[in-house]
């Protein structure tokens, strides 16, 4: 592991140090406690202590227990070890009863004395996370990662952020209005459905005809009086003509009775829209031709989703194709399911160091941009970091929702 918490920087040069997770510093040996009666606060008791080593990253378990006993009501305990090779302080903790220390101090050097004034809450570790780091500000540290630096990134050279809020996707709604009356006969619902241009095959057009208008037939035996009995009549014919399309894309097409007369008729994702056709027919006595006898409008304009689970999957080809080998199972890169992503993208612009062919003396410069999904939850401390680190006039909203006409 790399610890970047220690980097240090020279010139050109990062020098980081690095986390050695399969090597720990040993505890410390055996302490060797001196009991006073001054000096301290302590109560006569018998008072155990165990002591354990720390790194930058860790601490060690403890060393084998010592005891003493004091005298008196001023006593206190002098403590004294070898020092561990890689310590950079020391825990001493302290109790009455074998293995029962609870009270815990600080020593940067092998030695202590325990006056008896009040410690920490805190009981020994039973694992060793001391983990070996080395130091960046040795020169030559036989582990120290050395990154070599071509642009510095720094704030000034930063442009503005724009951040773009995750929305909700939202599904096309129709809604047709039945007559009063109606005959016996045959109906038919005509609804043309396409798919918004949201496919990165084809850029031509706003919207791909991925559907196909289609048609769903029933027969009613008898004649409605009113639009809430053509509408009560209709639907659950036409909710089983709609199974015979299993697999296509108009599957799962929501067809309701308001109760009121209408008929509505809901998309079954955030890209199918109703283009065209949006009507209940009959048919003669011929059945060759047919009447429009209700056209539906379209009451709920469709919208799709920004900063979706599914928006990330789609749009920006996530899992990529290194994860979904059969060696990435341990890679998966997809967005959490019903996770709002807000989308922040930066701009960074640096100077070159050579001028441009366009005029003698013409400076060039470098622009970098970087986009990153950060979770809505997360968004207010996130945007805490970038106004600090780039002002509070940086970030800024992108612009959304302009109209191609």
Known sequence: MFD????????????VSVIDDSQTIAAPGTVTPTGSTTGGTLAAAT????????????ETTVSP??????TGTTSSVGLAWAAVTGAIGYNVYRGTGAGLENVQYFTATNSFTDTGAAGTADVPPSTNTAFVVSDPQV????KALYVKRLNKYINTNAGKVY???????????GTITMPSSGVSGIYRLNVDVIMSGSYPI??????????KPFQVEVQLTSAPGSATAFATALVPGLKRGLLKYNGQNITDITVTDSGTGNIIITASNEYQRFSGNLLIELSDATGESWSTISTGTVTTHGKEGFGTAWFITKNLRVPTQEATRFYGEDQDERPVNGVMYNQYTFQYTAARNFTGQAAVGSPVSSRTTHVL?????????FEGFVTSAFGAGSLLDAVTGISIN
């Open 4 to 15: 970047f918490t220690q980097e240090v920087v020279l010139n050109d040069l990062s020098r």
């Open 139 to 142: 020169p030559g540290g036989s």
């Open 47 to 58: 008072y155990k202590y165990e002591v354990t080593a720390l790194t930058a990253k860790g």
């Open 65 to 70: 227990e010592a005891s003493v006993t004091t």
């Open 202 to 211: 084809d850029y031509d057009r706003w919207a791909i005809n991925k559907g």
């Open 163 to 173: 951040r773009r809020l995750a929305t909700s996707p939202v599904l096309e709604v």
């Open 373 to 381: 999904y950060v979770p809505s939850t997360l968004a207010a401390t």
